[in-house]
């Protein structure tokens, strides 16, 4: 993920490949006096205030030799922890080094079943590995204490820590162990879940790494704790998406229309621009036919001045067909919902208005004005198998455009959340379009690829698409005219 995000590791390294040296550095910790074998259990441990363990004092020797046996196997898991003689800035008195535990390492396999703590490794793998500044969220504040403690006590180089405020996202958790309790309890499906606020997440959903460098280079680094709204993440989104992202039409909720008078002329191929704005950068074809499909909600039977869609008494112009279709006839279900339209169209009028002041610089103004149609209309065509349906996968949204799989912007709170961040779930979190269809252009777009569906959104290939059947996530909806109808 970080390659993804365009930068280049100097060097990938795991604390377990310090495992011998760390072990070497928790005996000397011992003969110097600063650590000792105890047999507290972990409740015992846990929190503030916890009583000084009567081991505290053991003899220097008898803690080696059961520090040994614990590397051996000899001692039960649980039975004992090596503690160091140390207090946190938080309070915190005698952390755990290390503890016993019979489950093999995904590295080093059955080499050990003793593990250094977080307390232990932090300081000391900075230093073995010579890293200048060890750079850490504010949570990690109280271990600086024991950082630098721990160094000094071995005379080992000490780094620098310095501590920074987290990027904390409204409607979301950002804690791993928070999102694996997600995932285990079956609300989201894995880390990379369209859902959550993840790198591999939002990857997957299309944000562009571009737009995460782009909030992180904008909002900038405090020792503050914050918290960013998602709709900023989203801004930066459509500004790089605006740019790179081709256009399609798609139709997410679909309603057939048939064109009862399709000219003999009319081209059964139209081209349509990769981006209008920019009509040099490329273009697709899609085929035209008498069947084409358009949102239900641009139809009305009946509506009032402000809708400026399809209606009885309202024709619209079909977007790059040079056609504006008029209501003959409406087709209902059983249940009494729209289920087909028959129109009639005829070709778009256009009027030319060439500006006579600029004629002699070689120059007009081309004003393209549609009458007798109240605007233009979206649609997918779909017609002698030329069209493709495909499964679009869809995260909702609230009012402050930012994914809801919680229903409060601090799930965490208390006094928002008293019963914790899995009650504040929203179960409608995300929403399937098995029917929706789109331009056969985007058939062998490969997983990733970004497209601007026009009028709905942005949207990305996901991984689980077939050759059979594409999958689709929505990135971000377009930005709106809040006032807009």
Known sequence: MIEWLGYKPYKITHASDNFDELYECAVELIKKGHAYVCHMPADALKGFNTPDSPWRDRPIHESLKLFEDMKLGKVGEGEATLRMKTTLEE???????????????????????????????????????DITHSLCTKEFQSRRSSYYWLCNVLERYCPVQWEYGRLNLGYTVVSKRKIGKLITEGIVRDWDDPRLFTLTALRRRGFPPEAVNYLTAKIGVTMAQTCTEPSMLEACVRDVLNVKAKRAMAVLQPLKVVISNVPADTPSQLSVPDFPA?????????????????????????????????????????????????????????????????????????????DIANLGLGNCLLRVCPLSAGGWSHYTLIGQNNGMNFQFKLAQYNCSMC???????????????????????????????????????????????????????YFSVDPDSTPDKLVFNRTVTLKEDPGKK
Request: charged share 25%; glycine share 6%.
């Open 278 to 354: 920019d009509e040099t950068r490329g273009s697709h074809t899609i085929p035209f036919d008498r069947t084409i499909y358009i949102e239900q909600e641009d139809f009305k039977e009946s509506a009032d001045k402000s809708f400026f869609r399809l209606t009885k008494d309202n024709p619209v112009g079909l977007r790059y067909a040079g056609l504006v279709i008029s209501v003959e006839k409406v087709v209902k279900d059983s249940n009494g919902k729209v289920s087909e339209l028959h129109v009639t169209c005829w070709l778009q009028l256009v009027i030319v208005s060439f």
């Open 403 to 457: 994914t809801v799989i919680f229903k409060h912007k601090f799930p965490e709170d208390s006094t928002e959340v008293p019963g914790g961040f899995l009650t504040d779930i929203n179960p409608d979190s995300l929403q399937v379009l098995p029917s929706a269809m789109v331009d056969k252009s985007v058939a062998k777009a490969a997983v990733f690829t970004k497209f601007q569906f026009e009028r709905n959104g």
């Open 91 to 129: 309070g915190k008195k005698d952390p755990v080094a290390y503890r016993i535990k019979f489950t093999p390492h995904h590295r080093t396999g059955d080499k050990w079943c003793i593990y250094p703590t977080y307390d232990f490794t932090h300081c000391l793998c900075d230093s073995i590995e």
